[in-house]
């Protein structure tokens, strides 16, 4: 997994407690600080995830996952699934009904 990569210009807090259960996050946007990042980013699309840190604070951080040619997730740091096991050789036909 990469270095986090924050946005600049954007602001994410957890919404007001008398905020209805709808609203999830609250966003703040510096518009000069924002464009300025935006134009040193390249491609059409930029993502992001809305994640709370260990201290409990709000932030916003760019999701950088693409795929890989092989199909495997540039960001997989699962092992692969063990195979399965192999059919045992004590069944019985007799106790099937048909």
Do not use: C
């Amino acid at each position: 997994m990469s270095d986090t990569q924050f946005i600049d210009g954007l602001i994410v807090k957890a919404p007001h407690e008398k905020a209805p259960d709808f609203v999830k996050a609250k966003l703040s946007i510096n518009r000069e600080q924002m464009i300025k990042w935006l134009q040193m980013q390249n491609g059409d699309w930029i993502n992001a995830d809305v994640k709370v840190s260990r201290n409990g604070k709000w932030y916003a951080a760019v999701d950088d996952w693409k795929p890989q040619a092989d199909g495997q997730h540039a960001h997989a740091s699962a092992p692969a699934p063990a195979p399965a096991p192999a059919p045992s050789d004590d069944f019985v036909n007799d106790d099937v009904p048909f």
